[in-house]
C-alpha cells in the first residue's frame, strides 16, 4: 500500500462525522433544474487522472508550505478594510464580529469550509469571502485557505495581486496537481487558490469529483477554508459546491436584494447546510469606499 494510500485511510479512520442539521436535506427547489441536474452529476464516478497526487490528510502546512507556489501578493488596499489605507475601522470590526460568530458556531457544530454566495452578481461575496479570510489570517497561529470557485466570473486574484493561473480549473481538469494551485505569502497565514484559467464547462468541473477530494483532503490543515462562488440564481455552481462544504453563508446586498431572491437563495440551502446571512452594504454601518458595510451574522431564519 502506497504512503498516501495509508495517510488517507487513516485520516478517513480519524475523521469526525460530518455535521448536518437535523432537517433532511431537500432535493431540487422550486424545481430549480440546474440544481437537479448538478446534484445528479455528484453522484457519477469520479474520475481520477493519473499521475495526480490527492493532497492526503497526514499532510502538514509546512509541507505545503514548501511545495506550493510563492509569488509575492500585492492586495489592494481598496479591498482589504484591514488596510490602514481604509479610514472604516467599524467595517474591519464587523468582520471581527463576523469571525467570533463563527467561532462560536464551531463550539457546537464541526464547521471548517464555508461556501460564501449569493442570490445575484455584485452583492459582495467576494469582498466578503476576501476580507473574512484576512480577518482569520491575522489572528495569532490562525491558517485559512482561500479557494475561488467562480470559474465563471473570477476577482480574487484581481484584489489580492496573485496571478490568476494556473488554478482550480486548470487541477480540475487534470492539467496539474494541487501544488501547482495552492499560492501563499510570507506576510500571511493565507493560502489562496485562484480560478485558473477559463473554461467551457465551469459546472461540469466543479462536479467532476475532483473538487469534493481537494476540499476534503486539505481542509484538516487549515482553521478556516473559504470558498468565494458565483451567485446562486444565475448558474448551479454555488449548490455543487455547498455539498462538499461544511457550511453556507449567503451575502445579502442591504437595500438591493430583492427579499423573494433573498428567499429563493436561503431555501436552497436550508435544512442542508444554511449557516447565516451577511448583510452587507448595511446603511447604519460606517462608510467604506463608498458604501457601508455591515456583517449582520446568524442562523437565517423561516
Ligand atoms: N461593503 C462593501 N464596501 C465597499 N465595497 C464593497 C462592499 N461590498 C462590495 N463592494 C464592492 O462592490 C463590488 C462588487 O462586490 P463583489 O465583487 O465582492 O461582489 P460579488 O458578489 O462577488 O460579485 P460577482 O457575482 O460578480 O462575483 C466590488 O467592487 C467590491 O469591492
Ligand atoms: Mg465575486
Known sequence: MSRI?????????????????????????GGNVNTAVAREALHSPTPTPKGIPTVGRGLRLEELRQRCIKPGWELNPDCDVFSTKQSS?????????????????????????????????????????????????RQHERKALLIDADLRASSLHARLGAPAAPG????????????????????????FVPAGRPVPNPSELLANGMLKAFIHGISPVFDWVIVDAPPVLAVADAGIIADFCDGVIVVVRAGETAHNLVKTTLQEFRGSNLLGVVLNGGSEAANYGGYACSAGFGLAKR
Not at 482550480?168 to 493560502?191: C, H, M, R, T
Open 5 to 29: 494510500h495509508e495517510a488517507l485511510k487513516r485520516a478517513e479512520e480519524q475523521k469526525p462525522p460530518a455535521w448536518k442539521p437535523s432537517e433532511p436535506t431537500p432535493l431540487g427547489f
Open 168 to 191: 482550480l480549473s486548470d487541477f480540475l481538469g487534470a492539467k496539474v496537481d494541487e501544488f501547482s494551485i495552492l499560492q501563499a505569502d510570507p506576510k500571511f497565514e493565507l493560502f
Open 89 to 137: 475601522s467599524l467595517c474591519a470590526e464587523q468582520f471581527r464580529t463576523l469571525r467570533s460568530h463563527l467561532y462560536r458556531l464551531r463550539e457546537k457544530n464541526p464547521i471548517r469550509t464555508l461556501l460564501v454566495t449569493s442570490a445575484l452578481p455584485g452583492e459582495g461575496k467576494t469582498f466578503v469571502a476576501l476580507n473574512l479570510a484576512l480577518a482569520i489570517a
